[in-house]
């Protein structure tokens, strides 16, 4: 029953920080060093699957629209934009599983991550402000979206929401709503990708061997929690700035490293 608690509340985690831009990975680090206990790589990309099921329902009727009515013009140009950002995602990252990269478990880099990410963000938005609204997306954005998910999924505390929308917003697609749009869009294959390839990762080790109630279980609570955090979140911008998030961040991190400093 104690660990089920603890899947619950990663779940929840997972849900509210996948798409607002705080950081999951981070979270999900920071969580399981405060003593909700050590994840699988399948766990934790599972649950994140989960979220991303989520934002696939929020946006299936624009997803529908991209893919059956591709011939209109604008429609195909915006699909083909989401296959290169993504295509540039996932050849950088196979170039870096080829490498052997593997994600830093400790909590000082993510923690620097979130102060650094947050006044970035801070500046990024006051620079976004400054500009005419735009709510195209240009070829610059695309790639530039697709290098910053990938350069995002390197980093835990990073944030690959935060690092695509405000690529997307500095690149010149100003609007926040069009930017975040095209940003999770852009993350719905990724994600989906991600948990294939550790799937077959973990077969290729030597099997499966993973808690698969527990695995259930985080990714409803996940998608749940991430479908109502996700909806809120597009209300909000509508009216908002990304600042406090920013300011989150930066408080986190130093508390992080003041507290948790290995």
Known sequence: MHDLLN????????????????????????????GLG?????????????????????YWKRIVELLTRW???????????????FGITAVLGL??????????????PVAW????????????????????????????VAIGVGIAQMIAGLFPGTSRSAATIFTAMLLGTSNRAAATEF???????????ATGLELLKTVKAGGIHEDWTA?????????????????????????????????YRIVVGIALLVWMPA
């Open 71 to 85: 011939r209109d013009p604008a429609n195909r140009d915006y699909l083909l934009k989401l296959i290169v950002a």
């Open 95 to 108: 170039i870096a599983v080829k490498l052997g990269f593997k994600l830093p478990t400790e909590v000082k």
């Open 183 to 193: 940003a999770f869009l852009v993350g719905i294959p990724t994600m989906y990708a």
């Open 38 to 58: 050590a994840r699988s790589d399948l766990f934790n990309v599972g649950i994140q699957a989960g979220a991303i099921l989520a934002v696939t329902l929020i």
């Open 113 to 140: 991550a979130l102060v650094i990410g947050g006044v970035w963000m801070i500046a990024a938005e006051q620079i976004a402000a400054g500009k005419p609204d735009r709510s195209a997306i240009t070829w610059p």
């Open 215 to 247: 695995l259930a279980v985080g990714f409803v609570v996940s998608g749940v929690v991430a479908f109502a955090a996700v909806k809120w979140l597009l209300g909000y911008i509508r009216a908002h700035r990304f600042t406090p998030f920013a300011i």
């Open 7 to 34: 899947v619950i509340l990663l779940g929840i985690v997972e849900g509210i920080t996948e798409f607002l831009p705080i950081s999951s990975t981070g979270h999900l680090l920071i969580a399981e060093k405060l």
